[in-house]
């Protein structure tokens, strides 16, 4: 599956509540769950370089540690021209493809359906909303057919 460190980001941003419901059919969770290890190691590795990237370019004091503006809580910078670096940085980096070993999921629509009437009859969150459905979009296939 291809993806970006962006919709990796977007994913785990607005985490669907598709991820933690246990009354979904064991097939369904065992698959999410699998994604949702692969893309936290993808977001780790995100993290890790982004840091980097802040690191290099940031302010820092006598010590070596970076300075942290006290009022925004945001890292210094010595220069705009070190602020631009760093973000143009974390931009190439959030835009860069990546390929993990996984196939889509995919989900049947009107297992949705009766997933969410269940929850509802149980008074339970629904189990995935037209929001969620957006932001899974890169990582689960939704239409008729069986459950991957």
Known sequence: MKITNKDVQALFMNKPAIFVNRDLPVKTMYWLARL???????????????NKFIMD???????????????TNQFEYESKDDLDKVTGKIIELMNLEIDIPFEKIRINLEDITKWNEAADKKGKEKVINPDEIAVLLQFVDFKDGEVR
Do not use: M
């Open 36 to 50: 949702e290890k692969k893309l936290i190691d993808v977001l780790t590795d995100f993290n890790e370089e982004r």
């Open 57 to 71: 370019f940031c302010k820092k004091d006598d010590k070596g540690f970076p300075v942290i503006n006290k009022t």
